[in-house]
Structures are given as structure tokens and as C-alpha cells.
């Protein structure tokens, strides 16, 4: 069974500039919840998705935005990129969302904003 | 709000021998779980030990086994017999009703 499948694996941006990160879930996966990792900051929860719906949203500013396609695969949004959204952009899956069935992480999309 | 506490950024273990590593949580919820996370430098986070809330019995997973004291929102992770492949970032999180939180790491290094 194939795990959690994040594109690109490294990107480089410049301020400004939008950028779209991809996840495509485990199979039969229905959630998928996506994290923002820096060493500053730690891992910080960003938004989840279940079959096509946000149901939950972080503390992030507007620019940070995401979708869910029928298949459930995932996509996040960043637009006009700033120094500071430069980190590990994690995504999570699970059956359904809820702790009971586990989360399976990807590994990750490191972002340098220039 | 849910935080998680890992008041160890560094620990160190020789090879063979065990380590525990602390997390402390806070949290009003009654139904919740933790977890246990590794993080090596390939970066994906992997699932090392869950605990129910409710089971009063600590989880085990081979070398990896807690202590979870739910009137004192510890959950510890004890690692036997250490191996060079734990070495990695450890995070313990919580999993209440809302998203999940995550703790600030703590670094393993074991030495041969």
C-alpha cells in the first residue's frame, strides 16, 4: 500500500511570488490535514480537509488556503510568499479524521522563500 | 487550549541501554489520545506508540512502551535497549476534538 505522497520535494520560491504543494492520501483515505514545521515555531496545525470539506482551520492568515479533490488527494496555497513561510510543509491522512484510526504523515514539501 | 510540553530538547542514550523521554500535556477534554512521533532526517514523521485516553493500560509497542498518568497529563515514552536507528526527533502529541498539537521535540542521540 503506498504511503503519503507530497510534490514537489523541495521548491524555491521568491517573496511574492504563489506557490501550490500537493498530497495525495493512502488509498481509501478520506482526510487529509496539512502542517507547517520551523524551528522557530514547531509544528503548527495549518487546515483539514474530509471529502471535499475544510472542517478545521489553524491560525494562519488568509494567504494560506487549501482544496480537497473528489479522489482526495489535497492541495495547499500559499500567495504572496513571504521570508517567513519558509519551512517543512507536512500533510497528514487518516481513514477519517479522527484519532481512533491514526494519521500517516508524508514527507514533506521544505520551501525556501528567497 | 491543548498544549503539549517536552521539557527536553536534547537526550542522549549509549547503545543497548534505555531512555525515557518526558511530555506533559494540558488539556479539559476527557476523551483524547497521544501520541508518540519520530521524526529521522528523512523527515516523515512516524508513528512510534498510541494511548487512549480512556485504557488505563500504558501502550507497548516491542521497545517502546509508556506511562501514561492521566491525573497528571504525563505521558512518557520509555525506549528499551536503544538501537543507532532511534536516533531521531521525538514529538509527542495530543489528539482531543479539535486539531491535532504538537510538542516542541525532543532530539535523541544514541551513542555506539
Known amino acids: 500500500k503506498a504511503g503519503v505522497t507530497q510534490t514537489p520535494r523541495y521548491l524555491i520560491k521568491t517573496r511574492g511570488q504563489q506557490v501550490t504543494l500537493s498530497c495525495s492520501p493512502i488509498?481509501?483515505?478520506?482526510?487529509v490535514s496539512w502542517y507547517q514545521q520551523t524551528p522557530g515555531q514547531g509544528l503548527q496545525f495549518l487546515f483539514e480537509y474530509f471529502s471535499e470539506t475544510q472542517r478545521n482551520k489553524g491560525n494562519f492568515p488568509g494567504r494560506f488556503s487549501g482544496r480537497q479533490f473528489s479522489n482526495s488527494r489535497s492541495e495547499m496555497n500559499v500567495s504572496t510568499l513571504e521570508l517567513g513561510d519558509s519551512a517543512l510543509y507536512l500533510c497528514a491522512s487518516s481513514p477519517y479524521g479522527g484519532a481512533r484510526y491514526g494519521y500517516t504523515f508524508g514527507s514533506g514539501t521544505r520551501l525556501t522563500v528567497v | 487550549a491543548q498544549t503539549v510540553t517536552q521539557s527536553q530538547p536534547e537526550m542522549s542514550v549509549q547503545e543497548a541501554e534505555t531512555v525515557t523521554l518526558s511530555c506533559t500535556y494540558d488539556?479539559?477534554?476527557?476523551?483524547?489520545?497521544l501520541f508518540w512521533y519520530k521524526q529521522p532526517p528523512s523527515r516523515q514523521m512516524i508513528l512510534v506508540i498510541r494511548q487512549e485516553a480512556y485504557k488505563q493500560q500504558n501502550a507497548t509497542e516491542n521497545r517502546f512502551s509508556v506511562n501514561f498518568q492521566k491525573a497528571a497529563k504525563s505521558f512518557s515514552l520509555k525506549i528499551s535497549d536503544s538501537q543507532l536507528g532511534d536516533a531521531a526527533m521525538y514529538f509527542c502529541?495530543?489528539?482531543?476534538?479539535?486539531?491535532?498539537?504538537f510538542g516542541a521535540g525532543t532530539r535523541l542521540t544514541v551513542k555506539p
Open positions: 502529541a495530543y489528539k482531543g476534538n479539535n486539531d491535532m498539537r
Open positions: 488509498s481509501g483515505h478520506r482526510s
Open positions: 488539556t479539559s477534554e476527557s476523551d483524547y489520545y
